[in-house]
């Protein structure tokens, strides 16, 4: 498993796989608002796709679940869950402080202090005349200190809203590479000799994994986070909530974050297969239990079949919508808005809106560790798999055909550590789980005879609904949108400089036994070699996080700092080393 985000090992009580259980969703307890949240409710089960129709019709056709923008904390409850250990997250998140605003002069005293490296003795002088200045008693310091507190007061998170619209929702370039971080997994399931695990069935078999953490999320079996030694921090648990069934949706000017709760309406995974969108179920109509890893695999192979036929019919292959949304969002929305004034295509769009998440089957493989990361972060171009997306979605995993697995996010709505927290469970769910060449044959001979999907499964096959392909009606304007949606994504695309590189010499294992943090190692080996490539230091970025507050996120370590510097010049030899 290889990320940009230092991984470790899951706890125990968090390998142990979930039973599975009954899904009775008149169980579900209503929710509670971190913030001002916008809801629309819609009245009926038809406004689905006939797959998730079905799914709905299984839990007594209740109407469709309520859409929340912005932020939401989940407390959904299930009767008849399996006995396993449930948390109290609610009395979790009560126990979190509130957001403090920082004073004044600390404020002043830091930026004086991390401008210090980055001046010639000049420039720092002009710095500190003007925060001098600018803190003054009386000044426009205080000023603006008091109406930030004031801002502050009585909020749990006085940052929260706007870093999510200034952060996130306000920017208006396309969310591809600018905005949607991704992670790679290696291909831990490859057989040791000749075998290796098929695409689907490798899709199966992590998807089950999601759906499984989904479904701790959900009944409030996923144990909340600490963070420290023997004085446990608790740290929050809202970015949970939003992992899945969320979505970012277009807008005028700023952009809406939308999570769509855990209703009827929202069980099912979308699945893109080189470009066509198709709906998959992810319980069985009767009894509302999770589809297994076989059944999935099933479903997977099913959309393989399917896509690879719909050139035998005229029409049936559609526009490569997913183009559209790696637009500039103010040029997406124009197209989204018109594209929503058809009702068949607001329904296929509400369906992704409200879908667990996006399944890519990619056609096209990578051939090393640097195409493996660009295509899933990029997809390669038009041309290649990145109109297999849609890049509004909070979350993708992708499947490669040669069985690696790549995961993305729309970052809007939570971070990286959620998201590392759900791909180890995905890569490991049990702990020791190795998939054996046994399980690959059985598997494939379970479905060999599927061919018009009737089959397999011990004739579990006749018994789930067949994936349902997503159809798109456009209008000329955004018909002509397509191939320039794909020119400037390419273009972004060719602009980005990208290598993947192991450096295999040592870890963290090594540095931690010399007594040094491997944080701190490895910031100030980027500073050295930035100093001595460029001659000078540079402004520096490092992500903390801040969630051992009420809806924490991240912020920002200016690590180029006048110790840091002391150590790259005393290394160097350079003048002023003291």
């Known amino acids: 498993f290889s990320s940009t ?15 599975r259980s009954l899904w009775r969703p008149s169980a579900c307890a209503s929710s509670r608002s971190a913030a001002t949240t916008t809801t629309t409710t819609t009245t009926a089960a038809a406004t689905a796709t006939a797959a998730v129709a079905t799914a709905a019709a299984a839990s007594r056709q209740l109407p469709l679940g309520t859409m929340v923008v912005h932020r939401r904390l989940m407390s959904t409850t299930v009767a ?39 001046e010639t003795e000049a420039e720092a002088a002009v710095t500190r005349g003007l925060v001098e200045e600018f803190g003054r008693p009386g000044g426009e310091g205080e000023r603006l200190q008091a109406l930030l507190e004031r801002h502050a007061e009585g909020k749990e998170n006085w940052l929260d809203r706007w870093w999510l619209d200034y952060a996130y929702m306000r920017y208006r370039e396309s969310v591809v590479i600018n905005v949607s971080p991704a992670l790679v997994m290696e291909d831990t399931t490859a057989m040791q000799g000749t075998v290796r695990v098929p695409q689907c069935l490798r899709a199966g078999i992590v998807i089950h994994r999601c759906l499984e953490f989904a479904e701790l999320i959900r009944q409030r079996q996923l144990p909340p986070e600490f963070m420290g030694g023997k004085a446990k921090t608790p740290l929050c648990q809202a970015p949970y909530s939003f992992l899945f069934n969320s979505c970012r949706i277009p807008d005028p000017v700023c952009d809406k974050f939308a999570h769509f709760g ?70 997406w929305n124009e197209h989204y808005q ?3 004034a058809d009702p068949a295509n607001a329904q296929a769009l509400d369906v992704i809106h409200r879908a667990k998440l996006l399944v890519t089957l990619e056609s096209h493989d990578y051939q090393d560790k640097t195409q493996h990361v660009n ?58 789980r190795q998939i054996t060449e046994q399980e690959v044959r059985a598997y494939s001979a379970r479905i060999s005879g599927d061919g018009d999907g009737e089959g397999g499964e011990g004739g579990a096959g006749a018994q789930l609904p067949m994936p349902v392909h997503l159809r798109w009606k456009l209008d ?15 273009r972004l695309i060719d602009n980005l400089d990208l290598q993947a590189n192991v450096f295999g010499s040592f870890g963290k294992g090594m540095i931690k036994r010399c007594k040094v943090s491997p944080d701190a190692f490895w910031q100030l080996t980027m500073q050295l070699a930035f100093v001595r490539l460029h001659g000078e230091f540079p402004p520096t970025y490092e992500t903390a996080h801040t969630r051992m507050f009420k809806l924490g996120r991240t912020e920002t370590i200016r690590s180029c700092s006048p110790e840091s510097a002391a150590f790259v010049r005393a290394f160097l030899g350079l003048e002023g080393a003291a």
């Open 338 to 340: 018109r594209m929503r």
């Open 476 to 490: 000329e304007a955004t018909e002509r949108g397509l191939p320039v949606a794909a020119a400037k994504v390419d």
């Open 262 to 331: 855990n209703g009827p309406d929202t069980d099912h995974v979308v699945v893109a297969r080189r470009g066509q969108f198709f709906v998959v179920a992810t319980r069985h109509p009767a009894t509302g239990v999770l589809l297994s890893e076989g059944e999935l695999y099933q479903q997977f192979e099913r959309i393989v079949r399917m896509e690879a036929s719909l050139d035998e019919t005229p029409g049936a292959r559609q526009p490569l919508v997913g183009l559209l949304t790696t637009e500039h969002r103010d040029v």
């Open 5 to 19: 985000c230092s991984m470790r090992r899951m706890a125990p009580h968090l390998q142990a796989r979930l039973k």
């Open 80 to 118: 008849g869950a399996a006995a396993s250990k449930t948390y109290d997250i609610e009395a979790h998140q009560r126990s979190l402080p509130n957001l403090p605003v920082p004073p004044l002069a600390q404020s002043l005293r830091k930026y004086v202090e991390k401008m210090s490296p980055l």
């Open 375 to 432: 295509a899933t972060l990029t997809g390669r171009g038009s041309s290649m798999e990145t109109a297999n997306r849609w890049w509004d979605k909070q979350l993708h995993i992708m499947f490669f055909p040669n069985s690696g697995v790549g995961t993305q996010m729309e970052h809007s709505g939570f971070d990286a550590m959620p998201m590392t927290r759900l791909s180890a469970y995905m890569a490991n769910a049990d702990g020791s």
